[in-house]
């Protein structure tokens, strides 16, 4: 049987950022070191710590490599308060290869990047114009929307600036985007209101090693506040591949390959080597993106959603260098979110309920394909992934499934009983080998149950040495014909 995961590239807006590999090359000695390595250099280069456009390449074709801060001012201005900021065009002398007017330079990046098996280019900018400019606002970025049209330039990732709260800033360059660069996909951050016109609404930043419950409580707020909107904005959860699985979200990846401590030999406070030590975990990020081949992220606006009103609080006792915050050692983050969400599917059911149970998120997607993940907890100084019974109501057996996490065992209701007249296939998400698991799932009446170990099994089946992420699989059930 050929793979159950297409090899057509996904048509999801995630992306890789270059903000976190900035950092670990200069040992993140400053914000003003951090921009400055981002050029030509460290991205296409063969030296130690270069070769970024290298990264990922089982998922490459399915990610837009996004520069971060500051791939548009030139090299000798790092200050966040430079008269550039915002500029908002490839600079020359970070990238000298890349030669002519704007337009033109980037235009042979965006080539150079997708030649070497991205899906596109794209770039942070600041929320403003840049301090050189006499334009009006909206001439200053009609000319950009043009460029990036011209150049097929993919994705505009808007953070910080003067104008970060102002919603109506940010919805002119949207419209104007939407008007000059139809093509180009713009996020937004900061301001809910951006929910009424942004493509993408990112969740912003997060302290790795609370990461995971400050990210379901902000989809939570967000898929809330969208239920109220006329919208097709889609959420983008950061660095959480089966956050985003689970909840229908688009991906924005920022752990990357370099592991251990940072060049300078300190310990790397972006990515600590603690509790769920989220650079050997690179393999989820490989599901989670090859998880969108099969089903897309969909936007917020509906009002069919279920957000638990139980609460589970997370907590980590900091240690040395275990974050880039401003906590010292000893305090103790908080951070509570509800223990299940669903979107398109009544809420999963946790059998044996406990203290450090996993967060439980579920969804069926515009295309019928379902997701189910479950979330480990931070808890002290460990990362806690409890294996629970959960039990899912599900409409049909006609589309994919997505499991991840780890369970004690997983059960699917369907309206109907079944029979036995039908084979199961499940895949782990970062391999391409089907295997038939007809025999080790229980079929009772209208009920299918699914072992935790055999989850496990197959869920990790294609693995990297070494790698600690939880189980991902796609299950498909198919007729057996007579």
């Not at 390595?37 to 399915?62: C, H, M, V």
């Not at 409409?395 to 009983?417: E, H, K, M, V």
Request: net charge positive.
């Amino acid at each position: 049987m050929k793979s159950l995961v297409p090899d057509k590239p996904s048509a999801a807006t995630d992306y890789f950022n270059t903000w976190n590999i900035q950092g670990y090359v200069c040992s993140y000695s400053s914000t003003e070191a951090t921009r400055q390595a981002l050029n030509e250099s460290n991205l296409f280069g063969d030296s130690t710590y270069q070769g970024w456009i290298k990264f990922y390449p089982k998922i490459r074709k399915d990610l837009i490599f996004v520069m971060d801060d500051s791939w548009d001012i030139p090299k000798s201005e790092n200050s966040g308060k430079s008269k550039y900021i915002g500029l908002d065009e490839l600079d020359e002398s970070r990238f000298p290869s890349f030669t002519g007017n704007a337009e033109e330079r980037l235009s042979k990046f965006v080539k150079a990047v997708k030649a070497a098996g991205w899906k596109g280019a794209g770039g942070w900018i600041s929320a403003q114009e840049a301090g050189i400019s006499q334009l009006s606002p909206e001439a200053y970025w009609k000319v950009r929307m043009q460029a990036a049209n011209k150049a097929d330039f993919a994705y505009l990732k808007v953070d910080w600036g003067r104008q970060e709260h102002n919603a109506e800033w940010r919805g002119m360059l949207t419209r104007l985007g939407k008007t000059y660069a139809p093509h180009l996909t713009i996020e937004h951050a900061i301001t809910k209101e951006s929910l009424n016109f942004a493509d993408v609404y990112r969740t912003y930043d997060v302290q790795n090693v609370i990461a995971q419950p400050v990210t379901i409580q902000r989809i939570a707020d967000l898929v809330s506040y969208g239920s109220k909107l006329n919208t097709n904005t889609i959420i983008n959860c950061e660095d959480e591949p089966y956050i985003a699985a689970g909840l229908g979200c688009a991906i924005g990846v920022m752990r990357h390959p370099f592991k251990g401590d940072l060049p300078d030999g300190k310990r790397d406070f972006a990515f600590p080597p603690v509790g769920r030590d989220i650079k050997l975990r690179v393999d989820e990020v490989v599901r989670g993106v090859r998880w969108h081949r099969i089903a897309i992220p969909f936007k917020v606006g509906s009002k069919d959603f279920y957000i638990d009103n139980i609460a589970l609080q997370d907590t980590w006792v900091v240690g040395f260098r275990d974050t880039w915050g401003d906590a010292k050692v000893g305090d103790t983050l908080k951070a509570t979110a509800p223990a299940r969400i669903s979107r398109g599917l009544s809420p999963a059911v946790i059998v044996e309920k406990s203290g450090d149970q996993p967060f439980v998120l579920s969804s069926r997607y515009p295309n019928g394909a379902i997701a189910i993940a479950t979330i480990g907890r931070a808890l002290n100084r460990s990362y806690i992934s409890r294996r629970v019974s959960v039990v899912q109501q599900i409409p049909g057996l006609d589309r994919p499934i997505g499991i991840f996490g780890d369970y004690q065992s997983l059960t699917f209701i369907l309206p109907n009983a079944i029979g036995h007249g039908y084979k199961f296939w499940a895949q782990d998400l970062a391999g391409d080998t089907p295997i038939d698991i007809t025999k080790r799932i229980t079929v009772s009446g209208n009920k299918i149950i699914l072992s935790g170990d055999i989850i496990r099994e197959v869920g990790l089946s294609a693995k990297t040495a070494g790698d600690l992420s939880d189980p991902g699989l796609v299950l498909v059930c198919k007729p057996i014909k007579h």
